[in-house]
């Protein structure tokens, strides 16, 4: 919390005489000050205008059509419009570090270095500095972890569907419910697969929406990452022209052989490294495999600006765990190596264009890492199926 302050207090000294220090620190800064909530709240006037806007959305000061799902418009029976925009923006960063505080609990001085150092990176710091609604959608998983923590029935039924409102609200969170089959409760994994169902009929219903935002929604290849941006960048060394194929084509191309990869990786995690104990804490466990499968999903369909790698702060506490508890086991060595791995990735972005876009090979470290991780944490499926149809207990 020192350190953030401190963070903000260099920060916001010059920005008062007119100076923005933010690209200095590594930061892109957008045309103004939390951009992408300012997207937001000229679309909630635009619909009260009678727009549609994400079609048209003459209100944004750049033109700019809503980039997110239609789900975020209901905001604007709350009277919302572009001057609560810093308001706004500000409630949600705050909603923000509160959840990873709350997420990460009481640490030692060690972690909290850490996850200063995480926190001040210029992928976090990006986030903030657009005010982009990815944070609004991670404070949304702590809460699930959160109420998966009290440790009640009722309460861990639940949590499922909060990440199923987030998949509403920004479709990729829906790459974390099946991390609730894993921890091999009946009740929640059964919550969780009807939560699959009814994001499916969701995006079925919506899919002419999705498709908009899909097209509109910007993407780059510095200050960001994905699976196609290395190959892409490895391809044009060789042939100067634009691939032809179309963008479904080349994405495929890139996916499939970073799947094999990706097979023999989890089986190599299966085979070296020791399960995890069934008896382990099974809300750490939980977040880190949010957390994973969220990167590692957004990672394979797309380009996704480095803001949305805040996500990866979910898997620290347990890789903390494992690089503690476990260390100089092999599963200890491999966690502290990911925490090094992730802390270089959320710093290196900012050198995407200087490294021409050498920074994505950090990035399929960190792929690497957590499949091998999460091949060393999942259970088997005979003991996940076995959970999942055991009937319930009842009293006699």
């Not at 799902?69 to 706004?88: D, E, K």
């Not at 939560?195 to 929406?209: E, M, N, S």
């Not at 799947?259 to 750490?284: N, P």
């Amino acid at each position: 919390a020192g350190v953030l302050a401190l963070y903000f207090l260099v920060l916001t000294i010059p920005r008062l005489y007119g100076v923005d220090i933010w690209p200095a620190l590594g930061v892109p800064s957008g045309p103004s000050l939390f951009f992408d909530t300012r997207n937001l709240t000229a679309a909630l006037e635009c619909r009260r205008l009678g727009f549609d806007p994400l079609v048209e959305n003459p209100c944004d000061p750049s033109g700019r059509p809503l980039n997110y799902p239609r789900v975020w418009l209901v905001l604007r029976f709350l009277g919302l419009n572009q001057s609560h925009t810093v308001a706004l923006a500000l409630v949600f960063i705050a909603l923000f570090f509160v959840a990873v505080f709350l997420l990460m609990g009481r640490i030692t001085l060690g972690r909290g270095a850490l996850l200063a150092v995480a926190l001040c990176s210029p992928s976090v710091m990006f986030a903030i500095e657009r005010a982009n609604l990815d944070i609004v959608v991670f404070t949304m998983m702590v809460g699930a972890l959160l109420l998966w923590r009290i440790d009640r029935p009722w309460t861990q039924a639940i949590s499922p569907v909060i990440v199923l409102m987030g998949a509403t609200a920004k479709v990729y969170p829906v790459f974390g419910l099946p991390a609730y089959a894993f921890l091999r409760q009946r009740l929640p994994a059964m919550v969780a697969s009807v939560c699959v169902a009814a994001f499916a009929i969701y995006a079925v219903v919506t899919l002419g929406d999705i498709q908009q935002v899909a097209r509109v929604a910007p993407q780059g290849q510095h200050n960001a990452f994905g699976a196609r941006i290395l190959p892409v960048a490895i391809y044009h060394l060789v042939v100067p022209d634009r691939w032809e194929g179309g963008l479904v084509s080349k994405q495929v191309l890139v996916i499939v052989p970073a799947l094999a990869i990706g097979a023999v990786i989890w089986f190599l995690g299966r085979r070296r490294l020791k399960l995890e104990d069934e008896e382990a804490d099974t809300a750490t466990r939980l977040a880190f495999f949010i957390g994973a499968l969220i990167f590692l999903g957004t990672f394979a369909v797309g380009n996704n600006f480095d803001y949305r790698l805040v996500f990866t702060l979910l898997t620290l506490p347990q890789l903390f765990q494992w690089a503690t508890e476990e260390r100089g086991a092999p599963r200890g060595r491999l966690a502290a190596v990911s925490i090094v791995a992730l802390l270089v990735l959320l710093w290196i972005g900012a050198l995407s264009e200087p490294l021409r876009l050498g920074d994505e090979v950090v990035t399929w470290v960190v792929v690497g890492l957590m499949i091998a991780l999460l091949g060393a944490s999942v259970p088997r499926l005979r003991a996940v199926w076995s959970a999942v149809r055991r009937p319930a207990t009842t009293a006699v």
